[in-house]
């Protein structure tokens, strides 16, 4: 069908390829006719588990597929902790989006969420929807730094979504149907969705805790030879995470301040606020920090069989005697940052070379830690997938902390007792973009 394409900006303040901020009001539609098809397993695990696919390089990108409609219909999105809307390319026609017609989501009509409905709210926050009528449909906008956008509207439907305890649950969420994008910048963004799961009652993970169907927690685990998983609920949790408060009246996870080590040893930068982001590719810090870090990397390696060279892939690199084949490599002429938290003086996040480099196509290493004064971060620091890799990642809303274990990112985390859920596993039912401005 075709919407009506109306202009009504929401006001949504920073980030970074896709990063969005979180908005606080309710978005799911009554559980009256939500409940799983079937029975309770005895099995009591009420939390989600879905395959990831992906890399940071050279896809850029992690994502999962969900089933979405009534005929049910399989979606790619990449994931995203730093938004809270999920959005998906939207036949409404469109324009500017890198899926084909066929592969595109069709809104119908009834499907459409209007200005007065308590989810319109939540997009336009802090502000009110422009519309002239309440019953007028809900429209949405996301500027980013880079001068890209997304425009569309916010509709209501039926998702597919297998519990870890083996029920088929179906039930309508809120969510972005985008259907005018524009990308002005260098890069082509994935042709995928966004799912957002920051901390804002928009964000999926939030949605199903207002039906009690899942605890307020996610986490990731990003494999360095890509793919993953990716798990919402509680029952994940492993014991020895190294667990710190996020800041407080943050929409977004972010840090208490932290300082950077070279090598183990301290180096004077400190007070960075840090923002756990799975929906950029690469580590982002401000131009000082940057410099910084990139001076003493570049100190670390003198007297070391590395020249620089120019590559197309990132701004900074280097070519060995002889091309690189993977990071393992070259890891050895690099030293180890750190970003420690006083405020959690055991809590450390270690990044080994394999946590901010890549090697490219053309066999150089890169420098996958970038200068996010330069997309408009202005004094956030952003951690990104190449830094989160081969971690499991957690993000508990419930206990407002953030934590991260060393863990196998390869293997997907389920015993072999749950026979009837990993034989659905391969079903579809488990199955950068950029900073806002």
Not at 170 to 196: E, M
Request: glycine fraction near 8%; include cysteine.
């Amino acid at each position: 069908m075709d919407v009506k394409k109306r202009k009504a900006t929401v006001p949504w303040m920073f980030m970074m390829f896709f990063l969005v901020l979180s908005a606080n009001l309710p978005l799911c539609s009554s559980a009256a006719s939500q409940q799983p098809d079937n029975k309770k397993s005895s099995h009591s695990k009420k939390s989600l588990l879905f395959p990831v696919t992906g890399n940071v390089y050279p896809l850029g990108y992690y994502s999962i597929s969900l089933i979405i409609g009534n005929p049910p219909k399989v979606f790619e999105f990449d994931i995203d902790t730093g938004s809270d809307l999920t959005w998906v390319q939207c036949d409404a026609p469109c324009t500017g989006c890198t899926k084909t017609n066929d592969h595109l989501y069709k809104p119908e009509k009834h499907i459409l969420v209007s200005c007065d409905h308590p989810s319109c709210g939540v997009v336009h926050f802090p502000d009110s929807p422009r519309c002239e009528k309440p019953d007028d449909q809900c429209d949405f906008e996301v500027d980013y730094v880079d001068h890209g956008s997304v425009f569309g509207v916010v509709v209501s439907d039926v998702f597919s979504l297998r519990l870890m305890n083996g029920s088929l649950i179906r039930l309508h969420l809120t969510f972005g149907c985008a259907y005018d994008i524009k990308n002005p910048g260098p890069y082509v963004p994935p042709g995928t969705g966004v799912l957002g799961l920051s901390n804002g009652k928009a964000s999926l993970v939030a949605q199903l805790r207002s039906f009690d169907l899942t605890r307020n927690v996610l986490g990731h685990c990003l494999s360095g030879k890509g793919g993953g998983f990716l798990f919402l609920g509680d029952d994940l949790v492993p014991s020895g995470v190294s667990w710190m408060p996020m800041l407080a009246n943050s929409q977004n996870y972010l840090s208490n301040p932290a300082e950077v080590l070279f090598d183990g040893k301290p180096t004077g930068i400190k007070d960075l606020k840090v923002v756990f982001d799975s929906g950029s590719s690469y580590t982002y810090f401000g131009f000082q920090v940057y410099k910084a870090v990139l001076d003493l990397v570049r100190r670390g390696l003198t007297g070391k069989p590395l020249d620089t060279v120019e590559d197309k892939a990132l701004p900074i690199c280097w070519k060995g005697t002889k091309p690189f084949k993977s990071v393992h490599d070259v890891k050895n002429y690099f030293s180890t940052l750190t970003l420690s938290f006083p405020d959690s003086p055991k809590v450390q996040l270690e990044l080994q070379p394999e946590a901010y480099l890549i090697v490219t196509e053309d066999g150089n290493a890169c420098f996958g830690i970038l200068n996010g004064t330069e997309v408009g971060l202005g004094d956030f620091n952003i951690i990104g997938d190449i830094s989160l890799i081969d971690k499991m990642v957690v993000y508990d809303n419930e206990q407002q902390r953030i934590g991260w274990i060393s863990a196998d990112c390869d293997r997907l985390p389920y015993s072999s007792s749950d026979s009837n859920y990993n034989e659905d596993f391969q079903q579809p039912y488990a199955a950068n973009f950029g900073i806002v401005e």
